[in-house]
């Protein structure tokens, strides 16, 4: 479904991605695993096209989308769930859903508003409310819910359990393991091993822009090693 080959990406002149590379099948979660600073944001950006990578190429089911403006590549049916949230503060939880609202898209799951408010209960109970007046796990949900208006063939999120209680990561582990069974591909960008480890079929683990690891997350669990070189602190 969708596949990164040979990315390489700029700061200015700071080089961050060297060559990186990953592939996320239909219907599959793909955790993206790093130390903070290892290139993980920046990997995903360059997919969204925030950043725009210096060479390489992005498909999204055999589409090259590398060099097109981030909305474009959303267009096409990629979603981004930045690790800042971003949600609108000044509207309520129905406008920020609205905002997001794309048309329905062959062989994909559809998203309603009904729909959403059963995968996120939270937010059903607070419609009115306006962005800026919820928590930090509340205004996650919303992110996710808006990003899933615009019915994406593949979701990306940039560390989805950073910052939140435990009660709530629990909340937004049984979330991707939903979206998982409605047949929603899944990029995840993860410092918590244990997380990834509840919702991810493989892991790819990048270092100092560098992909390091590839493999299923029942082999990284087996791989001391491998856990030990790249993501302990």
Known sequence: ??????????????????????????????????????????????????????????????????????????????????????????LTVMENLSVGLQPARDSTPTWTPERLFELFPN??????????????????????????????????LDEPSEGLAPVIVDQMARTVQELKRDGLTVLLSEQNLHFASAVADRATIIEKGIIRYSGTMAAL???????AAYLTV
């Open 123 to 156: 937010l059903a109970e607070m419609r009115d409310r306006q962005g800026g007046r919820m928590s930090g796990g509340e205004q996650q949900m919303l992110t996710i819910a808006r990003t899933l208006m615009g019915n994406p063939r593949v979701i990306l």
């Open 1 to 90: 479904m969708l596949e990164a080959s040979g990315i390489d990406a700029f700061y200015g002149q700071a080089h961050i991605l060297h060559g990186v590379g990953l592939s996320v099948g239909r219907g599959e979660v793909l955790a993206l695993l790093g130390r903070n600073g290892a290139g993980k944001s920046t990997t995903m950006k360059s997919i969204i096209g925030l950043v725009r990578p210096a060479a390489g190429s992005v498909r999204l089911d055999g589409a090259e989308l590398a060099g097109l403006p981030p909305h474009e590549i959303a267009r096409a049916g990629i979603g981004y769930v930045p690790e800042e949230r971003r949600v609108f503060t000044e």
């Open 221 to 227: 669990a087996a791989d001391e090693e491998a856990r």
